[in-house]
């Protein structure tokens, strides 16, 4: 006697069919042994580009590499991962020994990734892939050199000179990358301190994106979008100018703009 159908159905497959019992199953194949020695070994590093707001300009952090390849030459800060580590966990890592913060302060600012950089001959001495991020964070100290580099320091974003490895390419996204997030995002209260002015948080927008905003316009549309900022308690701050005292807020819960906050067009700062 035959044996009775029974159904099989599998994800994403269209109704199910009979498969009689007599039928016999296939067993999967072993698979060939792994032999890590029939690739070509690679390593796996984190370059940041790291960005504030000092004095009204853009600047972004570069160190002065101090070993080959590029002594001597300017670059971002990175370094690479280590075995017991992520690339995310190295990132942090790196901001924190770069920017002289607490691991825990530096694990608080803003960083996300931007993209991986692969080309076989970005760097001289092997194969090395790079996963860059992009760091946003308000004024700081002067930063301090940290692994290989001789020194660090903040520098204006439009005077930076050419940088060594593919790190000009690397900085060219993180800008873009930043100034169209600007629009859509809650991004610029990321440069800002915790509690800061309008005024501040405009001039965010005007150094970014290299355009004068119209305050009154701007103001309304901060305060109108739902969760940008937050209004604080107790007496304002008095600004440096004779205008009188500005009000203080700080990051509100939101994390994208409702309607987005668009940059204008034909107009510089």
């Given at each position: 006697m035959k044996a009775p159908a029974r159904r099989v159905t599998t994800a994403g497959d269209p109704p199910p069919y009979d498969v009689p019992h007599d039928v016999p199953h296939e067993a999967p194949h072993d698979a060939p042994p792994y032999d890590p020695s029939a690739f070509e070994p690679f390593a796996v590093t984190v370059d940041l580009a790291?960005?504030?707001?000092?004095?009204?300009?853009?600047?972004?952090?570069?160190?002065?590499?101090?070993?080959?390849?590029?002594?001597?030459?300017?670059?971002?800060p990175g370094g690479f991962v280590q075995p017991k580590e992520s690339a995310g966990q190295a990132a942090r890592?790196?901001?924190?020994?770069?920017?002289?913060?607490?691991?825990?302060?530096?694990?608080?600012?803003?960083?996300?990734?931007?993209?991986?950089?692969?080309?076989?001959?970005?760097?001289?001495?092997?194969?090395?892939?790079?996963?860059?991020?992009?760091?946003?964070?308000?004024?700081?100290?002067?930063?301090?050199?940290?692994?290989?580099?001789?020194?660090?320091?903040?520098?204006e974003f439009g005077d930076r000179g050419s940088l060594a490895f593919d790190h000009d390419d690397i900085l060219a996204d993180a800008y873009d990358r930043i100034g169209a997030k600007l629009e859509y995002t809650c991004?610029?209260?990321?440069f800002c301190p915790p509690e800061f002015t309008l005024g501040e948080l405009r001039q965010v927008y005007e150094t970014v994106w290299g355009v004068a905003l119209d305050r009154p316009n701007f103001r309304r549309k901060v305060l109108t979008t739902p969760g940008f900022v937050q209004a604080l308690e107790g007496p304002p701050r008095r600004t440096g100018g004779r205008g009188k005292p500005a009000a203080l807020y700080r990051a509100g819960a939101a994390t994208t703009l409702h309607p987005p906050l668009l940059r204008p067009e034909g107009r510089t700062a």
């Open positions: 790291v960005f504030t707001v000092r004095d009204g300009r853009l600047h972004v952090l570069l160190v002065e590499r101090g070993e080959a390849p590029y002594r001597g030459d300017w670059a971002l890592r790196e901001l924190a020994e770069e920017t002289g913060l607490s691991e825990e302060t530096a694990g608080a600012l803003h960083l996300e990734q931007l993209r991986t950089y692969s080309a076989p001959d970005r760097d001289p001495r092997m194969r090395v892939v790079s996963v860059a991020y992009a760091a946003l964070v308000p004024d700081l100290p002067e930063p301090r050199g940290g692994g290989d580099a001789v020194r660090a320091r903040w520098t991004l610029a209260t990321a």
